[in-house]
Structure formats: C-alpha cells, structure tokens
C-alpha cells in the first residue's frame, strides 16, 4: 500500500467504508466536522473538527500527503465538498466523492422539487400543519411559516423557528410506523425535506404516501466539475484498489 486514506464522513456510507478498510488492514483516517454533538464514530483513527476551508486541507494535505481523500460527506454538505475538490486539485491528490443517489418518486408520491429553502418555504406557507425535516442549518428560512410546524432535528437549533414551532429532538433511523403516528398526532399535511436519499430516513416519504400527502423535496447542491463519483462503498473500495490503496487479491466489495 502507498498511504492513507482520508475519508472525509459524517455518512453511513463513510462509516461503512471505513469499517471495510480497517478490516482490511488499510491505513484509514475519518475525518468529522464535528457540527452534530454525539456523532456516530466510524471504526478506526477518527479527527474531529473542520481544517480550517480548502487553505487548510491543502495545508493538511501537503503535510500528510495521503494516497487519496474520499469525501463521503453528506449530499448537501457543499461547502466541505468544494473544500475538498479545491484543496486535492492544488497538490494532485486523487479525490473521490461517494455520493449516494436521490430518491426517486413512487406510484402514489406528490413530490414537488425545489432549488433551496426558501422556495421550500415558500411552498408551504399556505399548508396548515407542516412536518420539517431539513435539519438544524437553514431553518431561518422558515421562520415565518403562520401555521404549526413541526420541527425535526439531531441537535438544537441556532436559528429561529417559526412561532407555531414544536421542536423534536431525534435520531433516525425512524419506522414507517413511527412516522405515520407522529403525522397522525400533529395532523400533518404536508412534509418538507432535503433530497438525502439512502433508506435510514426514506420511511417518512412511504409513511407521506400511504397518507396521501404531498412533499416538498429541496433538491441537492451540484458537485465540483471534473470529481470522480461514485455511488456505493463497492465502487468507491474498487476505485482505491486500483490505486493501490487496498491489499492485493481483495474483491471490491464491502463487508456485510
């Protein structure tokens, strides 16, 4: 092997990723904002804390001189992906991004696809009851909603919420039980989200549908020009093995 690997995570899929090199015996390091406060930590060497924007990776970068960097982070986590794309393109280091792919509507869904918050507030602001999952960043935008809103989030807000607001604190992954009850009890008619994609937090677009309501999905930021992606951890193992970056002989499949 010919060096580190640094995957930059906060993602199942980083996690995933990380766990399967450590099998391997890979020299892995996973690196976390640390903007949630109790993050799920990967196996093998974790640093928390950013690197101070694409000066400071490149920084880190030149002193580290890993093989490559994965940026597994979140799908809407554009300035870090930027960041990355910048600061690997100043030193050459091959950069990967593991991106898993939006969902896609169903028989039954009423999705309306917007370009940011704001339209996503927008859009709603006539509904009566609004279930908001779009994280804790960006609620700003929604401040203004004149109905109930339903506010969703790992940690507390920094921004304010609307004055109708009820804030749950929780984690996913959440059931399609769980969610048609929580809508049953606020009356829902309407669910805000991000286009996250994967399956840990999708039950609440099935639990939408089976209640016949309709969603409004924020649509994801567009990645750097010119960075490999990749969907899957397989693809994203079969990638550094072809740099090396992974023993010899081992299929490019993750673990189960």
Do not use: C, Y
Not at 128 to 146: E, H, N, W
Not at 187 to 205: M, N
């Amino acid at each position: 092997m010919t060096g580190q690997v640094l995957v930059l995570g906060g993602t199942g899929e980083a996690r995933e990723l990380a766990a399967a090199l450590v099998t391997e015996g890979v020299d892995v390091l996973s690196s976390l904002a640390g903007r949630t406060a109790e993050p799920v930590l990967p196996e093998g060497p974790v640093r928390v804390g950013g690197f101070g924007g694409a000066e400071g990776l490149a920084e880190w970068l030149a002193e580290h001189r890993p093989g490559a960097v994965v940026d597994a982070t979140h799908p809407f986590a554009a300035q870090i992906t930027g960041n990355a794309a910048a600061a690997a393109g100043r030193h050459g280091t091959p950069l990967l991004r593991l991106q898993r792919p939006g969902w896609q509507p169903q028989p039954g869904d009423t999705w309306r696809h917007v370009d940011s918050l704001a339209a996503a507030a927008e859009a709603v602001a006539g509904f009566r009851s609004v279930f908001l999952t779009t994280g804790r960043q960006g609620l700003r935008a929604f401040a203004d909603l004149p109905g109930r809103v339903l506010v969703r989030s790992v940690d507390p807000p920094d921004e304010p919420l609307p004055a109708g607001a009820t804030l749950l604190l929780d984690r996913g992954p959440f059931s399609v039980a769980d969610e048609l009850a929580l809508m049953r009890e606020h009356e829902v008619d309407v669910v805000v989200t991000k286009d996250s994609g994967g399956h840990l937090t999708e039950a609440k677009l099935t639990a939408a549908r089976e209640l016949g309501l309709p969603v409004v999905l924020v649509s994801r930021p567009p990645l750097p020009e010119g960075v490999a992606t990749v969907a899957t951890v397989a693809e994203a193992l079969a990638w550094l093995a072809v740099r090396g970056l992974r023993p010899p002989g081992v299929a490019g499949t993750p673990r189960p």
